[in-house]
């Protein structure tokens, strides 16, 4: 890892250092500097939204193989924690949130210029494969006996579940509050709670382990995510080179075919 991303990942908890940044198709471990690889090697780094994980690791590899010699590295988390970590000096070059308002953090900041919508999510109701909470429908999520996982109220799918309730008129009083999507849809897969507001993106990926019921309400309360190559970003030209290439048709198909939407 390069110095100017090594004194930052020292100043973070433990927790980020492991479950943070991550380089594509490098076989390089998160401690290990794309430049010292030798040849020239030059890096990328990424903080995007934890829902946008499969996709952009995937973009990432047809990154790589499109531009040899170079490692993009993410940091995937909560759009929230993101945008903090940008204002405060993370050496980032491009950041990807899952709503405009964890974006407008960045932009305010001056860090940050004419982000573009690249994608839309929607919410869906996750539950475990064989739905022991007889979950069916939005209102059943307000059953006291129904066990329910939320994402926290300042992370992008904590305030579209928020929007969609109040829709819906209901009160529901979670069992947990998690920091991101991810964990919020870890929580169903392990049996843990018995439904979660999640996008439908992230109930894909699961691949089985939870289903996915719709709701009319999902569609008052759909993210619009902003992408944009950071003002200061230390790999500016690799920046704008990685922003073109979520824009582009290939980037789109790539998004699309996990389940989220053309802006």
């Not at 759909?222 to 992408?227: A, W």
Request: with cysteine.
């Amino acid at each position: 890892m390069s110095r100017r991303l090594s004194r930052w990942v020292l100043a973070l908890p433990v927790a980020l250092v492991v479950a943070g940044l991550s380089g594509c198709g490098s076989g390089q471990s998160a401690g290990t500097s794309a430049s010292s690889a030798g040849g020239g090697a030059k890096e990328v780094t990424v903080f995007a939204a934890a829902s946008l994980t499969g996709t952009f690791t995937e973009l990432g590899k047809a990154f790589e193989a499109a531009h040899p010699g170079t490692t993009v590295r993410f940091n995937f988390g909560s759009s929230a924690t993101l945008a903090q970590q940008i204002t405060q000096g993370a050496p980032a070059d491009v950041f990807a949130a899952a709503s405009p308002a964890t974006m407008k953090t960045v932009t305010d900041a001056g860090l940050a210029s004419s982000p573009t919508t690249f994608v839309r999510n929607k919410l869906q109701i996750a539950v475990p494969a064989d739905n022991p909470g007889k979950v069916d429908e939005l209102k059943d999520l307000a059953d006291p006996r129904v066990k329910v996982a939320l994402c926290a109220e300042q992370v992008p799918c904590g305030a579209a579940a928020i929007k969609a309730l109040g829709a819906a008129g209901l009160k529901v009083t979670p069992v947990t509050l998690e920091q991101d999507v991810k964990a919020t849809l870890t929580k169903v897969e392990l049996g843990e709670v018995d439904a979660a507001l999640v996008y439908k993106t992230d109930v894909i990926a699961s691949a089985g382990k939870a289903k996915g019921i719709d709701f009319p309400e999902a569609d008052q309360a759909i993210n619009d995510y902003p992408i944009a190559a950071l003002t200061k970003a230390p790999a500016g030209d690799l920046a704008r080179q990685f922003v073109d290439l979520v824009l582009s048709q290939q980037g789109k198909d790539v998004l699309v075919k996990s389940g989220f939407e053309a802006p």
